[in-house]
């Protein structure tokens, strides 16, 4: 099973400022089968981002996704302050699922 | 449009089983799966299977392995997960979630509280 550890916990920022979240995979994922997932307290995850770097329908393109093999990106450029949230990594391959424990993104 | 709209809160005691539905619509049921997501309270997401949505195939979390049974009615457009032999370790937050097999999903049901509680 593969492992996503994502880092920081929680990031402290302000409005305006660039949000770097970090996915790390204990072994590569295939294809860049790779998602970002936003969450916010009382709701479904949103699918933010897929197939590592490209966007889901209706996101706005503050939100960016980089990487492959076991080293993953989710980049928001200025944040908004609906932006702030929890924020999961998410592998699809081999026909199941593993979910990195989130990355907090609270106001500073 | 696309919805998945799941069954409401649960309380149960432990060793009892739940039942949570998940009904579809907005679409052709039987061209996507079911994955099933569950979330304890102030934690992470955890996966716990994918079925499809013809009832041909599963693919359940090791983890879970004995406990859980995924179905689908096609007739209705509803899928079904069944826990059984329920702990407190199972409270939590238990979403359905539209996709097909190995991938990932862009339409999640509400969500269903279960409580396991003495």
């Known amino acids: 099973e593969i492992v996503l550890t994502q880092s920081p916990g929680t990031l402290s920022l302000s409005p305006g400022e660039r949000a770097t979240l970090s996915c790390r995979a204990s072994q590569s994922v295939s294809s860049s089968y790779l998602a970002w997932y936003q969450q916010k307290p009382g709701q479904a995850p949103r699918l933010l981002i897929y197939?590592?770097?490209s966007r889901a329908t209706g996101i706005p393109d503050r939100f960016s996704g980089s990487g492959s093999g076991t080293d993953f990106t989710l980049t928001i450029s200025r944040l908004e302050p609906e932006d702030f949230a929890v924020y999961y990594c998410q592998q699809y391959g081999n026909s199941l699922w593993t979910f990195g424990q989130g990355t907090k993104v609270e106001i500073k | 449009q696309v919805q998945l709209v799941q069954s409401g809160a649960e309380v149960k005691k432990p060793g009892a089983s739940v039942k949570v539905s998940c009904k579809a619509s907005g679409y052709t049921f039987t061209t996507y799966g079911i994955s099933w997501v569950r979330q304890a309270p102030g934690q992470g997401l955890e996966w716990m299977g994918w079925i499809s949505g013809n009832n041909a195939n599963t693919n359940y979390a090791q983890k879970l392995q004995g406990r859980v049974t995924m179905t689908t009615d096609t007739s209705t457009s509803t899928a079904y997960m069944e826990l059984r032999s329920l702990t407190s370790d199972d409270t939590a937050v238990y979403y359905c979630?539209?996709?097909?097999?190995?991938?990932?999903?862009?339409?999640w049901g509400q969500g269903t509280l279960v409580t396991v509680s003495s």
């Open positions: 197939g590592a770097s």
């Open positions: 979630a539209r996709s097909r097999s190995g991938s990932y999903s862009g339409t």
